[in-house]
């Protein structure tokens, strides 16, 4: 064939692939037959044919392995539709299958029937867990406390007496905020039943990683918003004040609390200190 060219090739196959032919500018014009070659039991776009199904399997499969629990609530065939759709809107551009789902709840969200339905809609629920999904496994990825020397846990009497210290969150926790009760249809997949339909509900949500365990806690809106105000590392006294601002409390409410929740939230990964 004329004015090979690595590249497009690798685009059109990709393109092919996923998206039911639609290719790259360099060899949009093409039929298959044109780029590959049949031999004498198949013909060029027999061969492409096979080779596009065990690659959308595969990465049927990957989809499949991080988001279990939409996986397992919507069924197979429903949630191969939308695994469909996503391939064909944002075909792999990675070396890494780990980037596969990153743009997952975003094109759920983006591609609703009626996006501006009110919290808690039903079509906003495949977005709201495949959200929480991706943090799970973004949080199983990133660099966390297991290895940072400055992670050590602290008693209620130093949250008491260190007004100064510093807190921080690590690069493993995310913070979401969903309007759906999500955590028992985490905990049924993970156990390999199908979930029920989860209730809507504003809930508050920190995935965290500690002892290389990841977990998934649901927060008190302040807690929530104690974690946000350390997100670059603040003095204790300061996101204490800017908690209570924000949650409209009073700060000797947000002292007290800290006081007994704080050591359980370093214990658990969602915060540490920078000494």
């Known amino acids: 064939m004329a004015d090979p060219d690595l590249a497009a090739l690798q685009e059109w196959l990709l393109a092919t692939c996923t998206s039911g032919g639609r290719s790259g500018d360099r060899y949009r014009a093409r039929q298959v037959a044109e780029v590959v070659r049949g031999s004498e039991r198949l013909t060029g776009e027999e061969r492409v044919a096979i080779y596009a199904r065990g690659y959308r399997a595969r990465l049927h499969e990957c989809l499949k ?3 279990t629990a939409l996986h397992a609530l919507l069924g197979d065939q429903v ?3 939308f695994a469909d759709a996503y391939l064909a809107a944002h075909p792999p551009r990675s070396y890494s299958l780990f980037d596969l789902g990153a743009r997952f709840a975003d094109f759920l969200q983006e591609t609703r029937p009626d996006p501006h339905e009110p919290p808690g809609s039903p079509d906003g629920l495949p977005t709201a867990l495949a959200r929480l ?6 949080t199983r990825r990133a660099h966390g406390v ?5 992670h050590q846990p602290v008693d209620p009497l130093a949250v008491m007496t260190s007004p ?3 807190v921080r ?3 493993s926790l995310h913070l979401l905020h969903l309007d759906f009760a999500l955590l028992d249809a985490l905990e049924a997949a993970d156990r390999g039943d199908r979930p029920n339909v989860p209730a ?3 809930t508050y949500y920190a995935v965290a990683r500690s002892r290389y365990r990841v977990r998934v806690h649901v927060l008190a809106p302040w807690q929530h918003a104690f974690l946000g105000a350390c997100a670059g590392g603040t003095a204790l006294h300061t996101a204490a004040v800017t908690t209570a601002e924000v949650c409209a409390r ?3 409410e947000v002292w007290a609390a800290l006081i007994a929740w704080l050591p359980v939230a370093v214990d658990a990964g969602m915060a540490t200190f920078a000494r």
């Open 65 to 67: 392995a991080e988001f």
């Open 79 to 81: 949630f191969g539709l």
């Open 200 to 202: 809507p509900g504003d």
């Open 250 to 252: 009073d700060v000797s």
């Open 146 to 150: 297991e290895t940072d020397p400055a």
């Open 133 to 138: 999904e991706r943090a799970r496994a973004e």
């Open 164 to 166: 100064d210290l510093t």
């Open 169 to 171: 969150t690590p690069p």
